[in-house]
């Protein structure tokens, strides 16, 4: 069988990554995992993967959801956490950077290093615990792509956008510095065709805030104006609609196109047009600083907040999220994501069947040696008369996965911790995940969703 995990989408470009087992280092006691939510017999397979999975690992929290044809049928939180306040300023020694990361998913510290600008910090197992719930919010990191597709779709659906639309004309974006800028489609940007690779340029702008604010001169933080003006002087990395590459940039340009064709702010557009119409009220943009979820890291960074040169915990000052909003900054939980899938089969009225198809179509090129491709913020591939859609998010202290089976069956994960060391876990859990609800012969029949929408 074919699997969809992240595994094999690799294998296109970096080399397999060799098969994993759950069972990788020593559970803690069963006692000390808290759990909250529902999980129906029939599905205590994927419930009991889960606890081993985040119990080996240390994982703080986390989250799954399953639906079939449309019901919320498992939706489970995995874990408890509590917040302290930090000394602002800090009197202790600054962390040390404990590794260099790639600018596209820049990592950070050891959970109990104290940033020096005093956020709401996790201090472990204290007073105050709160349990994770189904409803608990994640960072996903770039499970926020699907969301923008879906709002750009939504704006080609009404009539007030068209996919073959050049970049340059919708944001007036000169392309002195490349020609070939001009040939940036909408549908370019959503199938990561629009000319910009990171591993050509070295640099992913959406995390190059000390560049940008230094080469303008601009104090940090810095704005969307700011990464388009910098990104737009200088020239592409290959001709747009020749090749993929998973840019952010990209879908950061698909964001800012909703804003100037809706005449509203991103977030505000998907609230109304995309989130709304199926139940979901819960989902809102990311801030640097949290004051929810902790997010652990063994990475530090020098903070993107502000001029102070102080060195953070990453997820806690070494990206700004509110620049990556429409290409990794919602805040969501995993049924909030099981629910909003729906939306790609015609639930909620948001979506038609033809922009749908439209939305997952193959590209003009960029089909990998597996089959799959990259379509509006999914990676898809042709299964059987269906298609397998899915993708993960990462960024330090987050990791989520949501995956749209052929069978109908959906189900999405979320995890406060990013694996940053040693084997590549997450992408064995994708496996084990897929296996085990093609395995599930009865099905719960009793939809969860009015308990949570």
């Given at each position: ?26 559970a ?41 044809n ?13 917040f ?55 960072r ?48 370019r ?29 601009v ?34 340009l ?159 994960a ?14 064995a ?25």
């Open positions: 069988m074919t699997r969809i995990s992240r595994r094999n989408l690799l294998t296109a470009s970096a080399g397999a990554v060799p098969a994993l087992t759950l069972g990788l280092r020593p803690a006691a069963a006692s000390e995992l808290t759990t909250t939510g529902i999980v129906p017999a029939q599905l205590a397979r994927l419930d009991t993967m889960l606890k081993t999975f985040v119990q080996a690992r240390s994982i703080s929290c986390a989250q799954l959801a399953v639906s079939r449309g019901k919320i049928v498992l939706a489970r939180g995995y874990g408890h956490y509590s302290t306040r930090a000394p602002s300023p800090s009197p202790s020694p600054t962390p040390t950077p404990t590794a260099t990361p790639s600018p596209s998913v820049s990592p950070s510290p050891s959970p109990s290093a104290s940033p020096t600008a005093g956020p709401l910090i996790w201090r472990g197992n204290t007073a105050g615990l709160a349990l994770v719930q189904p409803t608990s919010l994640f996903i990191a770039s499970l926020s792509k699907h969301i923008t597709s879906a709002a750009i779709m939504r704006l080609v659906q009404d009539g007030k956008l068209s996919l073959g639309a050049s970049v340059t004309t919708l944001l007036g974006l000169s392309a002195a510095a490349d020609a070939r800028l001009a040939k940036v489609t909408v549908l940007l959503m199938q990561n065709l629009g000319g910009w690779d990171k591993e050509v340029s070295k640099r992913d702008y959406l995390f190059s805030d000390h560049a940008i604010s230094a080469t303008l001169d104090p940090l933080p810095i704005t969307h104006a700011h990464i388009l003006t910098y990104a737009t002087q200088r020239p592409l990395d290959f001709a747009p609609g020749t090749r993929m590459s998973y840019n952010n940039y990209n879908f950061l698909l964001g800012r196109i909703i804003e100037k064709v809706s005449g509203q702010s991103y977030e505000s557009y998907v609230k109304q047009k995309v989130l709304a119409p199926v139940g979901i009220t819960r989902m809102r943009l990311s801030r640097s600083v949290e004051e929810g979820l902790p997010y652990h890291s063994k990475y530090t960074a020098k903070t993107v907040l502000d001029d102070s040169g102080a060195v953070v915990p990453h997820p806690y000052g070494g990206a700004n999220y509110a620049n990556l909003d429409s290409a990794g900054g919602w805040l969501a939980s995993a049924v909030d994501l099981v629910r909003l899938s729906t939306i790609f089969t015609g639930g909620g009225g948001v979506l038609s069947s033809a922009s749908v198809a439209k939305l997952l179509a193959k590209p003009e090129t960029g089909l990998n040696q597996h089959g799959s491709w990259y379509a509006g913020g999914w990676w898809v591939r042709t299964m059987g008369s269906g298609l397998n859609t899915w993708h993960t998010g990462s960024l330090p202290g987050t990791f989520a996965i949501l995956s749209r089976m052929h069978n109908g069956v959906t189900y999405c979320t995890f406060n911790r990013r694996e940053e060391e040693g084997a590549a876990d997450y992408d859990l994708l496996d084990e995940l897929y296996d085990a609800a093609m395995g599930i012969t009865s099905w719960p029949t009793t939809d969860l969703t009015p308990r949570y929408f």
